[in-house]
T-cell receptor, first 116, second 113 residues
Framework: GAVVSQHPSRVICKSGTSVKIECRSL??????MFWYRQFPKKSLMLMAT?????????EQGVEKDKFLINHASLTLSTLTVTSAHPEDSSFYIC????????????FGSGTRLTVV | QQQVKQSPQSLIVQKGGIPIINCAYE??????FPWYQQFPGKGPALLIA?????SEKKEGRFTISFNKSAKQFSLHIMDSQPGDSATYFC????????????FGPGTRLSVLP
């Protein structure tokens, strides 16, 4: 089945630094990937849609200059949290769809970001 | 229109019980209804999914019941086990490839031994 690999699984960084999270589709190509944020005991909130070779589409209220998304290839999307602050601490999850499967939304294992 | 409502918020059952989680949607353009299971610190994993052309789908101990006219669908877990303890999310999307992919707020299930 479709596998989406997300790295790192957890990261701790200092305020003001930037952190990059990678999302890879391992056995399929994904022209579109999705980035979600999840607060404790809450549902997933779509942040942005990452499009290969073009600009990402951000949901309302998500700062595109703070959450930089790059989708440079058909198997890799990256989310960079720039100038991180403690309020950016959260669980970030990516997903991608394998068009070869009708129910093909596969999620990565998530990245726990803690900004200190 | 974009919301997916889910209930209950939390659920506790004894081992062997049949927890039922319900979801409702408004947008009639939705045509794909998956259920995801999420363990703490992990990403959601697809459990089972249904399209509106069938009223029920069963995979192992998991069954989705779908009522198109009522715009409701539910997840039943037969012979529940402590290992089923997790948060369950229903979701809905249209075939516009990720657009309108909406998650319910989640149900925290605890199955007691």
């Amino acid at each position: 089945g479709a596998v989406v690999s997300q790295h790192p699984s957890r990261v701790i960084c200092k305020s003001g630094t930037s952190v990059k999270i990678e999302c890879r589709s391992l056995d399929f190509q994904a022209t579109t990937m999705f980035w979600y944020r999840q607060f404790p005991k809450k549902s997933l909130m779509l942040m942005a849609t990452s499009n290969e070779g073009s600009k990402a589409t951000y949901e309302q209220g998500v700062e595109k200059d703070k959450f930089l998304i790059n989708h440079a290839s058909l198997t890799l999307s990256t989310l960079t949290v720039t100038s991180a602050h403690p309020e950016d601490s959260s669980f970030y999850i990516c997903s991608a769809r394998d068009l070869g499967q009708w129910n093909g939304y596969t999620f990565g294992s998530g990245t726990r970001l803690t900004v200190v | 229109q974009q919301q997916v409502k889910q209930s209950p918020q939390s659920l506790i059952v004894q081992k062997g019980g049949i927890p039922i989680i319900n979801c409702a949607y408004e947008n009639t353009a939705f045509d794909y209804f998956p259920w995801y299971q999420q363990f703490p610190g992990k990403g959601p994993a697809l459990l089972i999914a249904i399209r509106p052309d069938v009223s029920e789908k069963k995979e192992g101990r998991f069954t989705i019941s779908f009522n198109k006219s009522a715009k409701q669908f539910s997840l039943h877990i037969m012979d529940s086990q402590p290992g089923d303890s997790a948060t369950y999310f229903c979701a809905a999307s249209s075939d516009n490839y990720g657009q309108n992919f909406v998650f319910g707020p989640g149900t925290r299930l605890s199955v007691l031994p």
